[in-house]
């Protein structure tokens, strides 16, 4: 199986502040790595996939990058209600993995 | 716009069979991969496997081994439905337990979500 790992686990952040999450796979999934927002309750939302092209309806404030073992999500500027979990996902091979998540909190 | 949902029991004793539908709505059951996803309680995501139909009930399907020896999918074309059963479970199965359509275009990726449907495993 494929190992997702995700840094950092949780990140405080202000109103306005540049985030970034790194996620990294145990082998190369070329650009097969896909973005999830996940709030409290609710199922995860997909916001990027192929690792850089954005979902139809989000934020241009999202955006993805990276390829082979390393990737990135960034938010330009976080708004209110951008506080949430965030997972990676490969979609290179099955069985289909997940990051263990990153939670973005308010400062 | 499809839109999924989940439904079925949410309590499920040990040793016996979880069993779960999600319909499809606004969208063909024929016309695209499904996926179940789950997630216990405070902790991550776990892909269980996926099912697409090919011609019978049974589909074509790809399991996680981790789950492969319990678990099985199936499509019912009449009610645009698909189906989880899970046996022999225990209380790590406890989990909220997602379907989503897993689109293959390109690059592959879950989307849309059902809103999940939390099921326990307790006597």
């Known amino acids: 199986d494929i190992q997702m790992t995700q840094s950092p686990s949780s990140l405080s952040a202000s109103v306005g502040d540049r985030v970034t999450i790194t996620c990294r796979a145990s082998?190369?999934?070329?650009?097969?790595l896909n973005w999830y927002q996940q709030k409290p309750g609710k199922a995860p939302k997909l916001l990027i996939y192929?690792?850089?092209s954005l979902q139809s309806g989000v934020p241009s404030r999202f955006s993805g990058s990276g390829s082979g073992t390393d990737f990135t999500l960034t938010i330009s500027s976080l708004q209110p209600e951008d506080f949430a979990t965030y997972y990676c996902?490969?979609?290179?091979?099955?069985?289909?993995?997940f990051g263990p998540g990153t939670k973005v909190d308010i400062k | 716009q499809v839109q999924l949902q989940e439904s079925g029991p949410g309590l499920v004793k040990p040793s016996e069979t979880l069993s779960l539908t999600c319909n499809v709505s606004?969208?063909?059951?024929?016309?695209?991969?499904w996926s179940w996803i789950r997630q216990p309680p405070g902790k991550g995501l776990e892909w269980i496997g996926y099912?697409?139909?090919?011609?019978?009930?049974?589909?074509?399907?790809n399991y996680n081994p981790s789950l492969k020896s319990r678990v099985t999918m199936s499509v019912d074309t009449s009610k645009n439905q698909f189906s989880l059963k899970l046996s022999s479970v225990t209380a790590a199965d406890t989990a909220v337990y997602y379907c989503?359509?897993?689109?293959?275009?390109?690059?592959?990726?879950?989307?849309?979500w059902g809103q999940g449907t939390l099921v326990t495993v307790s006597s």
């Open positions: 082998q190369s999934i070329i650009s097969y």
């Open positions: 996902q490969q979609s290179y091979s099955a069985p289909f993995t």
């Open positions: 606004g969208g063909s059951i024929r016309s695209n991969y």
């Open positions: 989503a359509a897993y689109d293959t275009s390109s690059y592959n990726w879950f989307d849309p």
């Open positions: 099912i697409y139909y090919s011609g019978s009930s049974s589909g074509s399907t």
């Open positions: 192929g690792a850089s």
